[in-house]
């Protein structure tokens, strides 16, 4: 890393002054919290993220993560969602396609976050194989 490297980094300041921080167990527990709730889409994800993200670094990097997972979910069901309208209105079978996708999308999901609050509660960082990674 360059000098000016260097200088472009700036460090992780921690908590705000009177916002107690997370301890080491509250923060693997937040964590690993934020992919498991995954399941319920990205609501509990978002929640841990502006709760306890300013509280715990690792809290803030696996919410983010498992935010973004949620986020790629999304605009995957829309545009299955898109793709299955087309298809129910132009073919008989298109309405079975669509919901195969839709549960093969969703299983997906629910394995992933499973795989991600196992790593998180180990306190290691889990990194989903296909994200959009919008959310910093």
């Known amino acids: 890393m360059s000098s000016s490297d260097a200088a472009s980094v700036r460090p ?5 002054p009177g916002i107690r921080p997370l301890s080491r167990d509250e923060d693997r527990q937040w964590a690993a919290f934020a992919h498991l709730g995954a399941v319920l889409f990205f609501v509990p994800a978002l929640v841990i993220l502006l709760s306890f993200g300013e509280r715990g670094r690792f809290t803030r990097a696996e919410a983010t993560e498992a935010l973004n997972m949620q986020v790629t979910l999304a605009v995957a069901y829309v545009s299955v969602n898109l793709l299955g309208l087309a298809l129910v209105l132009t073919t008989p079978i ?14 997906t999901g629910v394995t992933f976050s499973v795989f991600g609050f196992m790593s998180a509660k180990d306190g290691v960082h889990y990194r989903y194989p296909f994200t959009l990674r919008l959310i910093r």
């Open 12 to 16: 992780d300041p921690g908590p705000a």
């Open 94 to 107: 298109g309405g079975g396609l669509f919901a195969l996708i839709t549960w093969a999308l969703w299983v």
